[in-house]
């Protein structure tokens, strides 16, 4: 399986070209005219069916084989996030926006995939659905494209679905797991109502203060005596707000906000039926009441179990089983892919791409303002999208 991945060797400067120019010229959120632009003239050379987002900046793609068959989807994402960069690189951005979560190789190295499955399109049993998406910093593109119609634009629901990540780490190093791979994302606003007044007298008050933070322990022992330790969830409070700026008054709200993840769909089940009933308990018991908003920005993302048996066979045939390793444990951040694998099997992956001679001890994160990756790392992770769609679609013996 080694032909791939020398095919795509020699599309690496152009990949690397394309990548260099996303990541100088970021753009956040939805509507990302640029980036779309450069994949579309990436894409134009190639024989696919292109279908442009309506609500919102996304480019999907078929890819139609040369036999008839099932669909399989590859997906990128695009956008950026809202921070300045402070890499030095000569490429780097020079704007209050920065990729620094990868999304400008996932476009570079899925355009490199489809450049390479449209080379060997004929040996090919069924289609390859190519999804360039937004939004997901944001976490409404990959939903919003599933709304538009994404899953059917090939004719049929697609059989299996991969996506990659770029992550800090050992230079060239895949990693998956089957089951949740990464956590689903809930957010919790609560605006506790009391009644003001001078705090020299509170019992002439309801004061909201006491009622947010005895919130605080209460959704802690909720998240550790309400759910298994083997399905755990992380509910973190990252927001307080009462009063203004005299100290003598006691304000008529209070305000807190968290966020929450989740590894499963009873897990997120579970919060959303429970959790706005015991901040309305605690609040009432003080004499307020209380608003509550939780949010679903997205499910856990869950790897299909006989889907991702095939990634390591195919990844270590291609790579090398010193290159594919067993991620552990899932990653408590989020992502929207969930939403794709809700409705197909699939798998959902990490790269390591630091560069060889980094530090390992002292590189920064993604969503860093400093985070560096080796876009040499693009040639493999356009040669492993593309050599995973080809033995999807490999025609029958």
Known sequence: MSGLVDEAATLLPALVRLRREIHSDPELGLELPRTQARILDALAPLELEITLGSALGSVAAVLRGGGQGPTVLLRGDMDALPMRERTGLDYAADADVMHACGHDLHVAGLVGAAQLLHAHRHELAGDVLFMFQPGEEVGDGAAMMIEEGLLLLSGSVPVAAYGIHVV?????????????????????????????????????????????????????????????????????????????????????????????????????????????????EIAAAHGC?????????????????????????????????????????????????????????????????????????????????????????LADQAAALAQLAMARLRPAE
Request: proline share 8%; charged share 20%; aromatic share 6%.
């Open 168 to 280: 800090p780490g050992e230079y060239g190093i895949f990693s998956t797991r089957p089951g949740p791979i990464m956590a689903g994302s809930l957010e919790l606003g609560v605006t506790v109502l009391g009644r003001g007044g001078h705090a020299s007298a509170p019992h002439l008050t309801v004061d909201p203060v006491p009622v947010v933070a005895e919130l605080v322990t209460a959704m802690q022992a909720f998240v550790t005596r309400r759910f298994d330790v083997f399905d755990p969830v992380v509910l973190t409070v990252t927001q307080l707000r009462a009063g203004g700026a005299a100290r003598n008054i006691v304000a008529d709200t209070a305000t807190l906000g968290a966020s929450i993840r989740v590894l499963s769909a009873a897990a997120q089940q579970k919060v959303q039926s429970e959790l706005p009933r015991l901040v309305s």
């Open 289 to 377: 009441t209380a608003e509550v908003e939780l949010s679903l920005l997205c499910p856990a993302t869950v790897n299909d179990e006989a889907t991702t048996a095939g990634v390591f066979e195919v990844l270590r045939d291609t790579f090398g089983e010193e290159r594919v390793w067993l991620t552990p444990n899932p990653v408590m951040g989020s992502e929207d892919f969930s939403y794709v694998l809700e409705q197909v099997p699939g798998t959902y992956m990490f790269l390591r791409a630091s560069p060889p001679d980094a530090d390992l001890s002292s590189i920064a994160p993604n969503h860093s303002p400093d985070v560096v990756f080796d876009d040499a790392v």
